[in-house]
């Protein structure tokens, strides 16, 4: 599985911005997807997962309310719409590629199977 990860860039508090990531090498809607993020100093963590149906999404309590992830299994592509951006969402966003049948809850880096390149999100004050 290869991951593309698009979208990241400068804005200010309170803006949006919409991140995505393009799948391919093995049929999209076999394997459950996800972001991570990785600030600075610090490790990387699980934001939002979705299942392979797309029925199924968590996230983080620290996006709640605020991120909405989605995906299109028709064009392979999974989507991270952020809104209400704060300057401690500002990291490098990671899409992941889970194969294994796990619970989709809780996640950390040893679960996922592949990894998109990243792409920095910086939020400025």
């Known amino acids: 599985v290869q991951l593309q990860a698009s979208g990241g860039g400068l804005v200010q508090a309170g803006d949006s911005l919409r991140l995505s990531c393009a799948a391919s090498g093995r049929a999209f809607s076999t394997y459950d997807m996800g972001w991570f993020r990785q600030g600075p100093g610090k490790g990387r963590e699980s934001v939002t997962t979705i299942s392979r149906s797309g029925s199924n999404t968590y996230y983080a309590d620290s996006v709640k309310g605020r991120f909405t992830i989605s995906r299109d299994n028709a064009k392979n592509t999974v989507y991270l719409q952020m809104n209400s951006l704060k300057p401690e969402d500002t990291a490098v966003y990671y899409c992941?590629?889970?194969?294994?049948?796990?619970?989709?809850?809780?996640?950390?880096?040893?679960?996922?199977?592949?990894w998109g390149q990243g792409t920095q999100v910086t939020v400025s004050s």
């Open positions: 992941a590629a889970i194969i294994r049948r796990i619970v989709l809850v809780g996640l950390n880096p040893r679960d996922i199977d592949y």
